[in-house]
């Protein structure tokens, strides 16, 4: 193997032109047969568990097919049609925007509150309290769902009845067992699940953010509010677009969190699409803790292929709307800067 | 004059003598509050079963009781589950590494007949709408004989790993200069023997950056070994096993405690060691 790589080498250095005009794509292929071997387990992993399940659940969109044995009751795209009329469905689709259109401008807010004060230098143990915020973002969901089911247990004496004597409340809270609640319930938690990433990529926004500008704008007289304002906001423009583009997208697939918390019940009060489709697919078969949904289903594969392809072909629109802004935003800006400098070059 | 105006009132802005106690005392309360949960659990976990009714949500046992640390790792097979969960996850860090720094390598440095085909597909799958793919792929590894095996799980987890790390290792192999490998070439070293002992060396940061995340997703990771162990209990992993626990005790609590915080440990360890590791990570993520 060595001699060989040694001696093409020195085979194409002494004859650089005629061998490489003969050289046919086969020897071409020989010659890099190390880099195939190298890209195999790659190529086959890729292909069995990512390329080959995508046109396989495809398929299973035109079948009705509770999941055992092989498709063959062909329905067309009948499936499709039932989604559109799903009023549960629609109900996880609208929990999922819900959960969304809260999560992210709460979430984000706080995380750039937070990121503005532990960004200031002069603060000190602010890697600590940076690692204080962040750790909930390491916490397993299955963690999560059994200590907060736990806590919420035992709020009971203590919490409900201080609420009620508050007259906040007339009788103790089921709080991840009540239909109007347990959805506001879930977003709380998984505001506080997932701040931590976006507080790292708002710090990493800041330090972005060149120290001379903060000095020229002291210089030039500007205050803190101006200089958070005129320096601080247009600096985390770029980099915010991508945090809220990763958060909207993270939210509107959630799903770990809701099914271990609540499996998306009571009766569907708390499910999201996600959830839905998994229980859809498997019949609520495959939770732990038993259904979840508030009611065990016969497992309806082609139904539940045609649901996510369905949502799937939303979320590729939504990202890719804010995707094309992204870059939109870029070229702008990039455009801007270069006017900048001709214009100080004139 | 305007200059000594603006410095005062920099410093009344940020790091005012006044205003930093201040800030402090509301980070540390906010802080408590925000890993509360935690610390309760870990009370809790330190409780007798009737202290643990009586406290509430007061966060200090009366004494130490390590018998519930026993009763999870013994009589609720804590043991068996931590056992599983360390055998998936280092395969899957080990595989999920090895695998997507050779494609990596062979992408970034090699110009193969097909390359460009291959980059295009992968490329195309991103953005092709998921469906619902678990069904399709619990049927693969029922056909392989791999169900309620702790091999499905980690074959499962690693593909679905490859596309991102492979293309992280792509971008990072591009970066190493040409010229150290030539020279590799030139002393005589081989295809593996100039990715063993020259590029994956060379790589080093990047191993230690994906290798963590790859820990903390499989360590973390509840859907996988849910699905793919469902037959044979004892192969379950911490998340399935303590989730499980849950519908099986409803009585049990302080077990259920020291359970969450016996499978909690190990990341928040690891969480701790290389914290300025991981956040610069994360941060990485978002600034190319």
Redesign the interface.
């Known amino acids: ?2 001699s060989q ?2 001696e093409q ?1 020195a085979t194409a250095l002494t004859r650089p032109v005629a061998p490489r005009r003969r050289r046919s ?1 086969w020897a ?2 020989k010659e ?1 047969r ?3 071997a ?2 195999a ?3 086959i ?2 292909a ?7 046109i ?3 398929g ?2 035109l079948y009705q097919w509770n ?1 055992i044995g092989s498709p063959t009751a062909y329905v067309g795209l009948d499936n499709f049609r039932k989604v559109l009329h799903d009023n549960i469905f629609w109900r996880s689709f609208g929990h999922t925007f819900l959960y969304t259109a809260v999560l992210v401008p709460v979430q984000l807010f706080l995380a750039l509150v937070l990121a503005l ?1 532990l960004n ?1 230098r ?4 602010s ?1 600590f ?8 973002a ?6 999560i ?7 919420f247990s ?6 409900d009845q201080k609420l009620i004597s508050l007259h906040l409340m007339h009788k103790p809270l089921d709080w991840l067992g009540d239909p109007h609640i347990v959805l506001w319930v879930i977003i709380a938690i998984g505001i ?1 699940n997932t701040l931590g ?1 976006n507080l ?2 708002f ?3 800041l ?2 953010i060149p120290e001379d500008l903060y000095e020229a704008a ?2 030039d ?4 509010r101006q200089q958070f304002w005129h320096v601080t906001i247009p600096g985390l423009r770029e ?1 915010g677009m ?2 809220l583009f ?1 958060a909207i997208l993270g939210s509107l697939q959630v ?2 969190l809701v ?2 918390l609540t499996g998306g019940g009571p009766f569907y009060a708390s499910s999201v699409v996600n959830t839905y ?1 998994y229980q859809e ?1 498997f019949g609520g078969g ?1 939770s ?3 259904g979840g949904g508030g009611a065990s289903v016969q497992p309806n ?1 082609g139904f ?2 045609a ?3 369905f ?3 939303i ?2 629109v939504i990202t ?1 709307g804010q995707a094309i802004a992204i870059a939109y935003m870029r070229k702008r800006r990039r455009e801007m800067n270069t006017a900048a400098i001709e214009e100080a070059r004139l | 004059m305007a200059a000594t105006t603006a410095t005062r009132r920099r410093r009344t802005g940020h790091g005012s003598p006044l205003r930093q106690p201040v800030t402090h005392a509301l980070l540390l309360i906010c802080g408590f509050f925000w890993v509360y949960p935690m610390l309760w659990a870990i009370s809790g976990s330190l409780k007798s079963d009737s202290g643990f009714l009586d406290s509430g949500l007061g966060l200090l046992p009366h004494g130490a009781h390590w018998n519930n640390y026993v009763d999870a790792w013994k009589g609720a097979n804590f043991s068996g589950y931590f056992t599983n969960s360390v055998i998936i996850t280092a395969s899957t860090v080990f595989f999920t590494l090895l695998f997507a720094s050779m494609a990596g390598y062979a992408l970034a440095r090699t110009n193969f007949p097909g390359k460009k085909v291959l980059i295009g597909v992968i490329l195309v799958t991103f953005f092709l709408p998921r469906g619902y793919t678990i069904v399709p792929v619990y049927d693969i590894i029922n056909q392989l004989y791999l169900l309620d095996t702790l091999w499905s799980v980690v074959l499962v987890q690693v593909a679905g790993a490859m596309v991102f790390n492979t293309f992280l290792f792509m971008g990072y192999f591009r970066t190493v200069a040409k010229e150290i490998e030539e020279a590799a070439r030139v002393d005589g070293a081989g295809f593996h023997q100039t990715y063993f002992y020259i590029i994956l060396p060379l790589a080093r940061p990047m191993l230690a950056t994906l290798g963590l995340f790859s820990f903390i997703q499989s360590w973390n990771d509840f859907m996988t070994p849910l699905v793919f162990t469902l037959g044979q209990p004892h192969l379950r992993t911490l998340s399935v096993g303590l989730y499980a626990f849950i519908s099986q005790t409803s009585t049990d609590w302080t077990a259920l405690c020291a359970g969450s915080i016996i499978s909690l440990a190990p990341i928040i360890l690891v969480f701790v060691v290389a914290q300025r590791h991981i956040v610069a990570a994360i941060a990485g993520a978002v600034k190319g």
């Open positions: 193997m060595t790589t040694t080498a794509r071409n292929v890099n190390w880099s195939y190298y890209i387990p790659f190529v992993l890729v069995v568990f990512t390329i080959y399940p995508i396989a659940s495809l299973y969109t999941g004060v200031n002069r603060l000190r143990f890697t309290y940076r690692s204080v915020y962040f750790i909930p390491v916490i397993s969901p299955a963690i769902a059994v200590v907060f089911q736990l806590l035992n709020f009971g004496a203590n919490i506080w990433y790292v990529y710090l990493a926004g330090q972005t002291t210089i007289g500007a205050g803190a980099i991508i945090i990763l799903f770990d099914q271990v489709i697919a495959f732990a803790a038993g594969v539940a292929s649901a996510s392809f949502y799937g072909l979320l590729l890719g």
